[in-house]
């Protein structure tokens, strides 16, 4: 059913010109916007819930989630960190409650916008055994720089929650903006091919394997 997956469309084919202004005007400025209620309460949840499984076990995020593929994953391959997966859409996360029976007790799957949870996260001095981001790039066109993350104001935020970050695309020029990105912000990444054969950890990625198109891999420790 996932044949006729579609590769990235972009009318850009390098490096956007405007990356390192951009990204160092973020860095240089911290991003003053309020915070949403929903982001407040979500974040009210997730400290509630920590306190209750215990607040001193290393933290592990997985932005962007989904239908919590990828967060189930790595609950049950660290049972001793505590994981939150991330999304912004009920749907999606609706789904992950009727696809998986029950939940790992290590694992929560939270409503909220990532950037406002991870400012919350950030203000109460949170750090992350590692944080992952697998969901594929939504803002192809060049017009859109300052939509994806690494040209967000949020990018310093989610830089100083720390931790081993992984992302993963089947558009490689992202991942080489994030990289470039990264090294703007004096951190090193290695960027990386997946093997066809490897295990998809999101939908998305089986859909792409499915295809034959090839998926990336950035890692960076933050």
């Not at 789904?95 to 998986?100: I, M, T």
């Not at 109460?124 to 590692?130: A, D, I, P, V, Y």
Request: aromatic share 6%.
């Amino acid at each position: 059913m996932f044949a006729n997956s579609r590769s990235v469309t972009s009318n850009q084919t390098g490096i956007h010109n405007d990356l390192e202004r951009v990204v160092r005007r973020h860095l240089q400025s911290p991003w003053q916007a309020p915070i949403a209620d929903h982001d407040a309460q979500a974040f009210a949840q997730l400290q509630q819930w920590r306190q209750a499984q215990g607040a001193e076990r290393p933290l592990m995020l997985d932005s962007g989630c989904g239908t919590g593929r990828s967060s189930l994953l790595l609950a049950s391959q660290h049972p001793e960190a505590l994981v939150v997966g991330v999304d912004q859409s009920a749907a999606r996360l609706e789904r992950a409650g009727r696809r998986f029976q029950a939940l790992p007790d290590n694992l929560l799957l939270l409503r909220a916008d990532c950037a406002g949870l991870w400012r919350l996260m950030a203000g109460e001095g949170r750090q992350l055994l590692r944080h992952q981001i697998l969901y594929p790039n939504p803002w192809p066109k060049s017009a859109h720089l300052k939509r994806r993350w690494h040209g967000h104001p949020v990018w310093p935020t989610m830089l100083s929650l720390g931790g081993v970050l992984e992302m993963r695309s089947n558009w490689l020029l992202y991942l080489q903006e994030v990289r470039d990105a990264l090294a703007i912000s004096g951190i090193d990444a290695a960027l990386s091919e997946l093997p066809l054969q490897s295990e998809p950890l999101t939908d998305f990625e089986e859909k792409y394997q499915a295809s034959g198109q090839v998926n990336w891999q950035l890692t960076a420790t933050l």
